[in-house]
């Protein structure tokens, strides 16, 4: 199966991403890119900066443990994406008592 992308400019991207990392520093953002990079979205700002917003709203541990049981998942397994893992967190948030 393929999944066709968009087209971008990569200039363009790239001051997207520079944005995100000014703008929330770039220890957060290095974090972000490496989980966003578990289920293939390291080059979306959108993914990166809700990553961080998440991470913030959650805590580290439970975005921790949502990416690493997402990257358990095999490369072609439709469950590792990034879709599931936030499935993940809200789950565990839910479940809290």
Do not use: H, W
């Not at 220890?27 to 990553?51: C, G, H, S, W």
């Amino acid at each position: 199966m393929y999944k066709l992308l968009k087209l971008y400019d990569p200039k363009e991207l790239g001051l997207k991403l520079k944005t995100i990392e000014d703008k929330y520093g770039r220890q957060a953002y290095t974090k972000a890119r490496r989980y966003a990079e578990i289920v293939f979205e390291e080059n979306n700002p959108l993914v990166i900066e809700d990553i961080i917003l998440k991470t913030k709203q959650y805590g580290e541990k439970k975005i921790k443990k949502a990416f690493d049981i997402v990257a358990l998942k095999n490369i072609d397994n439709p469950k590792r994406s990034y879709g599931y893992a936030v499935g993940i967190i809200e789950k565990a948030e839910d479940a809290k008592p």
